[in-house]
Structures are given as C-alpha cells and as structure tokens.
C-alpha cells in the first residue's frame, strides 16, 4: 500500500514507522518547514515535500497527522480528487471534518508519543472510526498488524477518550511538575518521590482507582491538610489546585 504522510511530527513519526515494517510504502512526507519533511522521509526511505499542491494523488491512504488546530486549513487547501482514503489522527476532532472526501476515517492512539521515546504500538488500543463500514474495515487491516489492541469509536467516543487522557497523562504530569518543585525547594531529591510515582500507576492496572485512593482527603483528617495549606500560601495556584483535588476526593468518597 502507497501511504502520504501529511506532518511530520511525533504520531507521523512513529506510525510512519511501523507501517513501513509492516510492509507498506511511506511514498511521501509533507511538513511546512522543508528540514523536518526531509529528515522524516529520510528515516523512512520516502519523498519530502513543503508543499501541499505537490502531495501525490494516487496513494492508496493520506495520514493527516498535524496539530488539531491545523487540520481544518490543512483539509482545506487540499484537493477533492483523491480517491484513496483519508484520515487524521485526533482525539477531539470529528470525522466530519473530512466529509469532502468520499472515504475518510480516523486512527487516533490515545498515547503521549515523543520522536525520541520508542514505543511499541502493540500495546497500544487505537481508536478507529471510518464514514462507512468498507473505510472501517481497511482501518482496520491496516492497523490491526501494528496496533491489534485497535477498537471501533465514533467521534464523542473519541472525544470522551481524549479528555479521560488528559485527566491521565496531561493533568497528572502537571502535578509532577508542582511535587518536584516542592521538593526542590527544600533540596530533597526528585528521586525520592518517583517509586510512589510508579506504585500509584502501578496499582490502576488491576484495580480501579477508588479502591486504591489514600491520604489526608481520603481520611478526612483536616488537621494535616490546614498544614499542608499554610505550607502552600506562598504558591495560591498550588493551595488552590490543592484544596480542589481535596474536596473533590471527599465528595466523590473515593
């Protein structure tokens, strides 16, 4: 299969990838900034190009992986003429958004993907939607030998997912940052709070998270969170986004 992958960024890095091994040809790459097209389809034994006009129109499958923000422009300029499949990569963007083509789709992997982290796509549950069910079905042969975890979700399905991942990984990863900081300014070492870290993550794999949930909220003990805020009225963001995360574990009883 002739793939054209239209971005050059961390999804289209990784997916480019895979599908190569997986036997497919990765014809074409686009990125506006000729370097990244270049040093993408380099990787991946492909044609660079910087320009949309000159994207090839016999492939059998377009990837739009770009920034959500950008897929409404990017669909834009492109033409109507192509009888391959269309997709793009997004959690909170709907499969409408290619409605000008007659076969479009979605193949959204709800992972934090980084160019330099190697990840292993197996094990990752990709979100398929097609606009009809011949699209779903070569979605889904085309994913299944690189991503067989790969299940059928329409766009508010997907959108949900996006949002549940940023609860997860986005939101998470910001108090990370917070946790750290405040370690550091006592010159403790970020190391020592990496192993809960981990056994918090840990734990949700087998268990669901209200059964798992501890600390001062979770045991009402007001006395240890009135400390803990007067530690925190120098920085009213951290004291804020603490007396939220309290309150919500206390009424949730999780």
Known sequence: MDIVLIGSGNVAHHLGAALKKAGHRIVQVY???????RRLADFLQSEAT???????????????????????????QLPLSWQGTVVHTSGATSIDLLDKWSKYGVI???????????????????????????????LF???????????EANSTQRLALHIAA??????SNALYKIAFD?????????????P??????????NRLPQQVQT??????DTLTMEKHLEYLKLEPDWQTIYQIMSQFIKKSEI
């Open 31 to 37: 990125s506006p900034t000729a370097e990244h097209a």
């Open 50 to 76: 910087q320009s949309l006009h000159d994207l090839r129109s016999d492939a059998d499958l377009y990837i739009l992986a770009v920034r959500d923000q950008a897929i409404p422009e990017v669909v834009q």
């Open 108 to 138: 959204y992997p709800p992972q934090s993907l980084s160019k330099e982290v190697p990840t292993d796509l197996s094990l990752i549950p990709f979100a398929i939607e097609g606009n009809k069910e011949a699209v779903k079905d070569f």
């Open 141 to 151: 042969t085309t994913i299944h030998p690189i991503a067989p975890l790969s299940f």
């Open 166 to 171: 940023v609860f997860a990984n986005n939101f």
């Open 182 to 194: 405040i370690l550091s300014d006592q010159n403790l070492p970020v190391d020592v709070i990496r």
């Open 196 to 205: 809960i870290i981990l056994e918090s993550a840990m734990k949700v794999q």
């Open 215 to 220: 600390g001062p909220a979770r045991r009402n």
